[in-house]
């Protein structure tokens, strides 16, 4: 059978009955050029607003060329042993803050979890705490914590610890409200208490899952670590800081091909533990 061509009263009644699939109208079709203007407008503002010009971008980028060709060879100079050091202090400084914040948060993701904190004041509340503490950078943490214990790794575990117990509290409390309901049901059923539905129908489930974002967590510190020493905190980022002042370039590309070595042989590593945990 040859196809019927629609007359325009058939075509009139189904754009009336479905006028979205004629595509859209002529309002919606203004109001989406003016959004796209509103913002290309602000982009604008923004661009001046912060003196971008292109003379200043391509002062920046002959700037950056400098200094790539003055990173090359690179060199450890004469201090590689001060450069090991700080790169072990980093090292030091992922494993105790993660560590530190891994068991702060258990007891905080538990409590988190709407599966176990039926009050939802009390988790509504938790949870916007854990928003707030995420909401500052480790950076932040650093700077107050150099202020109140003094230069040194110290500021750095502890500013490492305070930036990532709110995430990990969060990853953990979803882990446990996404938990397979029936073998907590199972625990009470056989006359378990709340204690022993955790121990043992919650934390076989969800063991592997926080144990895997422990290991993303410290490999994901191991490189703030060696940023924390700019501000004193300690690592290899004093190492670095203390080269860019005097501008020895080849000595800080061999730090920062050291850091990135050090960080994919972490990924590698922990990425084979997270694929047998899972």
Do not use: C
Request: aromatic letters at 6%; glycine letters at 10%.
């Amino acid at each position: 059978m040859r196809p019927t061509t629609p007359d325009a009263a058939s075509v009139a009644r189904a754009r009336a009955r479905w006028p979205a699939a004629f595509g859209p109208s002529r309002a919606r079709r203004l109001a989406r050029a003016g959004v796209a203007l509103a913002a290309l407008l602000w982009l604008g503002t923004l661009v001046w607003w912060f003196g971008i010009t292109p003379a200043r971008l391509a002062h920046g980028i002959a700037g950056v060329a400098v200094i790539l060709r003055l990173m090359v060879p690179p060199a450890p100079g004469a201090q590689l042993a001060d450069i090991l050091h700080g790169l072990g202090e980093s090292l030091a400084m992922a494993l105790l803050g993660t560590l530190a914040a891994a068991l702060l948060a258990l007891p905080l993701g538990l409590l988190g979890a709407r599966s176990i904190l039926a009050n939802r004041l009390a988790h509504f509340s938790l949870r916007r705490l854990f928003d707030g503490l995420r909401g500052m950078d480790q950076l932040i943490w650093a700077l107050a914590f150099v202020r109140a214990v003094g230069l040194g790794p110290l500021a750095g575990v502890l500013a490492i610890a305070a930036a990532e117990v709110a995430v990990l509290a969060k990853l953990y409390a979803e882990a446990i409200e996404n938990a397979d309901p029936r073998q907590t049901e199972a625990v009470r059923a056989a006359g378990g208490g709340r204690l022993a539905v955790i121990r043992f129908a919650l934390l076989p489930q969800i063991l592997p899952v926080m144990l895997a974002q422990t290991l993303y967590a410290f490999e994901s510190n191991t490189r703030s670590a060696a940023i924390l020493g700019v501000v004193g905190a300690g690592g290899i980022g004093l190492q670095i800081a203390e080269r860019i002042k005097v501008r020895y370039w080849n000595e800080v590309a061999f730090i920062i091909l050291l850091i990135l070595a050090t960080v994919a042989v972490i990924d590698t590593l922990s990425g084979r533990l997270r694929r047998r945990l899972a």
